[in-house]
Nanobody
Framework: QVQLVESGGGVVQAGGSLRLSCAASGGTFSCYAVGWFRRVPGKEREFVAA????????YYVDSVKGRFTLFRDNAKNTVYLQMNSLKPEDTTVYYC????????????????WGQGTQVTVSS
């Protein structure tokens, strides 16, 4: 059973940066694809980014391309989401999730979820 814990959220001014971490325990994390999602009012969680477990291929939603970077350190069982040039519309709760197999952009394909971390971007 994989357990995920997010950290790194906080309050930052527009244009600032935050690095979110997703630390895993209870499994061989290097065998899991990891995705980041965020809460969207009135909708299911929105896909933000994902990274494969093989060669670390990354995928991003268009709204964060060029601003967010996803990378993993399998030795530390941790995946990082570096968020730069943050905008007020990035404000919400961010969740990491893990699944075996390839990376995916659909929440229902992920088996394990963290509790979420709040990101607030002030204008």
């Amino acid at each position: 059973q994989v357990q995920l814990v997010e950290s790194g959220g906080g309050v930052v001014q527009a244009g600032g940066s935050l690095r979110l971490s997703c630390a895993a325990s209870g499994g061989t994390f290097s065998c899991y694809a990891v995705g980041w999602f965020r809460r969207v009012p009135g909708k299911e969680r929105e896909f933000v980014a994902a990274i494969s477990w093989t060669i670390g291929t990354t995928y991003y939603v268009d709204s964060v391309k060029g601003r967010f970077t996803l990378f993993r350190d399998n030795a530390k069982n941790t995946v990082y989401l570096q968020m730069n040039s943050l905008k007020p519309e990035d404000t919400t709760v961010y969740y990491c999730a893990a699944k075996k197999g390839g990376a995916a952009m659909v929440t229902t394909l992920y088996n394990y979820w963290g509790q979420g971390t709040q990101v607030t971007v002030s204008s």
